[in-house]
């Protein structure tokens, strides 16, 4: 019998320890990574009063953290596809654990936002790495459902930062900050058994590493001193420009619009749900809430939402969950009882947070192994732009006085272009789509396929 390949053997593997335990990591360094990120959301009406900040000064202040991470994304997503997926995960997670904690101790709004800038930087870089690398090794049979469960770590991460910030806002707003610090103590577990991409093991001829993955994945597979990479490139040229050859181009454009659009809804909500709903009249514990059940309404989203995508059209279900957080947002601008608000913003979270993490999932598929975290960076850093617009439109608006119904509707809207966005792309040419060609394999591989 002929020696299948290494993606066909990932593809076709069973749901096991090793997955399991990578599903593990990979989500709680996205809890750790959204934490770090949600939690400014709930100490900024404390810092407000503390520092006198405007609303407008509160915005931009969110927003240097988000431009940290469009660099990091956009930095550390190709330089993974370089010198490997797990390396740069490590470096990321000491940025923005480390930087985390000091902006405890900061005692002013310039140090501060520095620091956040800073983390901002490691929070940016290791989401699409993280990503890419669960895709890697995930079953072809729910890859969409794990990868999208990746993402609920970013939501139980915001739950984290709400649950914390109601404890500690109170009192002493800076522990909030100082938890940042908890992921440093497991780094080493994690060095010791977090895998490396398998096309990086593939690129560096790493075969007897990569033969004890693939044995923890397949036990019955019996390490060879030489494995074939299915996924060659065709040419030589920068990673970015790969993304847009063989008919990726409107995919790739409709990807980078879809992602700015929508986290400009995320980002927008995460800084300025609480603030909204306190101006609406909730105390400070109350409005706080709002953001725990946006962050619950995404949990449940990203579930249904991955394994409606694994069943059917990936397209479909983010057609349809972008309209459904366009509609919350649009509902929530007016006054109802509070089960319909808390109805509504759990929608809005399903809606926008759960629509990203799948929509994550399809970006992360749809590329080549050899450009996926290249792939997963750019959507990431051009969508960090709409993050980093999402929070200061926010404290423009609230600095303008305008009614409930304009916030909510402004932040309605780019969930109707995402919607658009996303119907335009191309499925047909993405690596789902195209058969691995005959000529990258060996003879006898290519009788089996026959």
Request: hydrophobic share 50%; proline share 4%.
């Amino acid at each position: 019998m002929s020696q299948p390949g290494v993606k066909q053997m990932i593809d076709e593997s069973k749901f096991n320890k090793f997955h399991f335990l990578l599903l593990l990591w990979c989500a709680s360094i996205i809890v750790f990574d959204g934490y770090d990120l949600v939690v400014y959301g709930s100490v900024v009406p404390v810092l407000m009063k503390g520092w006198n900040l405007t609303a407008i000064q509160a915005g931009a202040i969110g927003s240097y953290a988000l431009i940290g991470m469009m660099i990091g994304a956009l930095i550390f997503g190709p330089l993974a596809d370089k010198i490997g997926r797990k390396k740069v995960i490590i470096i990321c997670i000491l940025v923005f654990s480390i930087f985390t904690f000091l902006a405890g101790f900061s005692k002013g709004p310039i140090s501060f936002s520095i620091l956040r800038f800073l983390a901002g930087i490691g929070l940016g870089g290791v989401m699409p790495n993280v990503i890419a690398l669960m895709t890697d090794y995930a079953p072809k049979f729910i890859r969409s459902t794990l990868v999208s469960m990746v993402f609920i770590g970013y939501s139980v991460g915001g739950i984290l930062a709400a649950v914390f910030g109601i404890i500690f806002t109170p009192t002493v707003w800076q522990a909030v900050f100082w938890i940042g610090a908890f992921p440093l103590l497991l780094l080493p577990l994690m060095i010791k058994t977090l895998p490396e991409s398998v096309n990086y093991l593939l690129k560096k001829e790493k075969y007897h590493e990569l033969g004890q993955v693939l044995q923890k994945i397949q036990p019955e597979h019996k390490p060879l001193s030489f494995y074939k990479n299915e996924e060659v490139e065709s040419k030589k040229s920068m990673p970015v420009i790969k993304l847009f050859e063989q008919k990726r181009g409107v995919s790739t454009l409709m990807f980078w619009s879809a992602n700015f659009m929508c986290l400009l809804m995320v980002y927008g909500l995460n800084t300025w749900l609480p603030k909204l709903m306190g101006n609406a009249g909730y105390p400070l514990g109350s409005s706080l809430t709002f953001l725990l059940v946006l962050n619950v309404g995404a949990i449940i989203g990203t579930i249904f939402g991955g394994y409606f995508a694994d069943k059917g059209s990936t397209k479909k279900v983010l057609i349809f969950f972008y309209l459904m957080g366009g509609a919350s947002l649009l509902l929530l601008g007016f006054k109802s009882n509070t089960f319909i608000l808390y109805a509504l913003v759990f929608l809005a979270g399903a809606g926008t947070i759960g629509t990203q993490n799948i929509a994550n999932s399809n970006i992360s598929q749809y590329y080549p192994a050899y450009i996926r975290s290249t792939g997963m960076g750019m959507a990431f850093g051009i969508g960090r732009i709409g993050a980093i617009v999402g929070p200061t439109l926010g404290g423009v608006l609230l600095s303008m006085n305008v009614s409930l119904q304009i916030n909510f509707l402004v932040f309605a809207i780019p969930g109707v272009i995402a919607t658009i966005a996303i119907s335009l792309v191309q499925e047909r040419y993405s690596n789902r789509g195209v058969m691995v060609k005959t000529d990258t394999l060996d003879p006898a591989a290519k009788l089996d396929m026959a």
